[in-house]
């Protein structure tokens, strides 16, 4: 099982100027955290360069096309090449977390088998999103849960459910 895990705006933003849009809300916080613990978090380099720190207790993987990039801090792992496969193998040991942002999860769409996404209130004038369309296109809404901090939809590809 491989599942991406993310928070969009009412147009489907994720990101402006290389941060999250809105101000960080410690329940979405705690539930990303109880979901992710224990597992590999797979993320973009551009994702990975706006974390503050390399996120505890899971194993930290950040893709990138460059063997020679400088790493302003040190993650657990780097894939460079063959990135899908070494996504796919990698599920055989732990669970996996893709956590964004927006170019990872586009490319990976076909072997993300769940996207959890959160919904939170409002319209952030977003320079980042998911692509709407083709997610709903390629993956059906399973359950939906409102919670304080957003609206959790859990989207699983349609391959798997035929
Ligand atoms: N709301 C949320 O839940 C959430 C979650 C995560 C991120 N974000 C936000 O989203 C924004 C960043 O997202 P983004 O879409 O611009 O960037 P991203 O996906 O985080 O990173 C893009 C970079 O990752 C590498 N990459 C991605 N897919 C690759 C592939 N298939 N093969 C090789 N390399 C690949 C490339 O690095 P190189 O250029 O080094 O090759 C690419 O430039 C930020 O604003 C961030 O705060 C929001």
């Known amino acids: 099982m491989i599942r991406a895990i993310l928070a969009h705006d009412k147009d489907w933003g994720i990101g402006k100027d290389g941060d999250l849009p809105w101000e960080k809300n410690p329940e979405d916080l705690k539930w990303f955290k109880e979901c992710t613990l224990n597992s590999a978090v797979i993320m973009g380099r551009k994702t990975w360069e706006s974390l503050p720190f390399k996120l ?17 801090k040190v993650p657990d792992n780097v894939f460079t090449a063959q990135i899908k496969q070494q996504i796919v193998n990698l599920n055989y ?6 956590i964004g942002g927006a170019q990872l999860v586009h490319s990976c769409l076909d072997i993300i088998d769940e996207l959890w996404l959160n919904e939170v209130e409002g319209s952030y004038d977003c320079d980042t999103f998911l692509d709407k369309e083709l997610i709903t296109e390629k993956y059906s809404a399973e359950s939906i849960d409102e919670r304080d901090f957003g609206t959790i939809t859990k989207w699983t590809l349609n391959e798997k459910l035929s």
């Open 56 to 72: 505890p207790k899971r194993s930290n993987i950040v893709i990138t096309s460059n063997y020679d990039y400088e790493w302003p």
């Open 93 to 98: 040991e732990l669970p996996v977390w893709i």
